[in-house]
């Protein structure tokens, strides 16, 4: 198999190549603009030639339709919404029943390694009492009456903090010495092996 090749002149040379290869990164020309041929009228400006345009064309006023009069209309005749009313706050006890369960054994280990445990369908059970979940008062007691947890739970934190008495250190005897402690661990590894942080079985 055969190639024919051009022989290279040699006033060329290998600039003329290199020409060849990277002309088509050159820029291209700017194109030439038209030169008006000269006739018998003036030439006019841009200016001249855009205040003719608006001349010439008609005057014309925006369109209104049917549906664009209704729509303003309707928009000026409604009168404004009222806001809605805001939503009554939920103030009734969450109920709760203290009971007393008897179970067999295996329950009673189910019972007390995961915290909960199931009882039989139709078995009674005893309640030892019945008191809100919120704000911990017997159901006789706040029966009919708004939770207090959900208006201001400061009587499960012992009354107002900026009022209430502060708690009284209790002096010791003259003839005492007190003796500091050494730290508890009660986090980490060394916790949970010196039994601080570890659940009872």
């Not at 209430?164 to 916790?191: E, H, Q, Y």
Request: proline share 11%.
């Amino acid at each position: 198999m055969t190639t024919a090749t051009a022989p290279i002149s040699p006033e060329a040379g290998r600039s003329h190549l290199q020409e060849s290869l990277f002309s088509w990164l050159e820029p291209e020309p700017a194109p030439k603009t038209r030169v008006a041929k000269p006739t018998g009228e003036p030439a006019r400006s841009p200016v001249a030639e855009a205040l003719m345009l608006e001349e010439a064309a008609p005057a014309t006023a925006p369109v209104v339709t049917a549906e664009t009069k209704t729509l303003e209309e309707s928009a000026q005749e409604e009168p404004p919404v009222a806001p809605a009313p805001p939503k009554k706050r939920d103030l009734s006890h969450v109920w709760v029943v203290a009971a007393e369960i008897e179970v067999n054994p295996k329950i009673a280990s189910v019972a007390d390694y995961r915290g909960s445990f199931k009882t039989t369908e139709g078995q009674r059970v005893d309640a030892l009492e019945v008191y809100c979940k919120g704000c911990r008062r017997p159901y006789d007691e706040v029966k009919g009456r708004d939770c207090a947890e959900k208006i201001d739970n400061k009587h499960l934190i012992g009354g107002d903090q900026s009022v209430r008495a502060k708690r009284k250190i209790p002096v010791p005897p003259a003839n005492a010495k007190i003796i500091p402690g050494g730290t508890i661990n009660r986090r980490g590894l060394g916790a949970y092996v010196s039994g601080v942080s570890r659940p009872k079985r």
